[in-house]
């Protein structure tokens, strides 16, 4: 399964990025790998988290 990330979860991704950047990169790695990683389980269990509307699309929620 190809993981499509929407626009509004883009610019989500994009903006964490920008916050922790300047302000902790080692915190950011493991931010980024802990989110990516988790979105990443749909591409290897496709019934992972949430069905939404429309069809074909799943929610993730990222624990803090």
């Given at each position: 399964?190809?993981?499509?990330?929407?626009?509004?979860?883009?610019?989500?991704?994009?903006?964490?990025?920008?916050?922790?950047?300047?302000?902790?990169?080692?915190?950011?790695?493991?931010i980024y790998?802990?989110?990516?990683?988790?979105?990443?389980?749909?591409?290897?269990?496709?019934?992972?988290?949430?069905?939404?509307?429309?069809?074909?699309?799943?929610k993730v929620v990222?624990?803090?």
């Amino acid at each position: 399964m190809k993981i499509v990330y929407t626009p509004k979860a883009q610019a989500d991704l994009d903006g964490i990025v920008d916050y922790y950047k300047p302000l902790n990169p080692y915190a950011l790695a493991k931010i980024y790998a802990e989110v990516t990683g988790d979105i990443a389980l749909i591409a290897q269990f496709p019934r992972a988290g949430r069905q939404q509307k429309p069809k074909k699309v799943r929610k993730v929620v990222v624990r803090k």
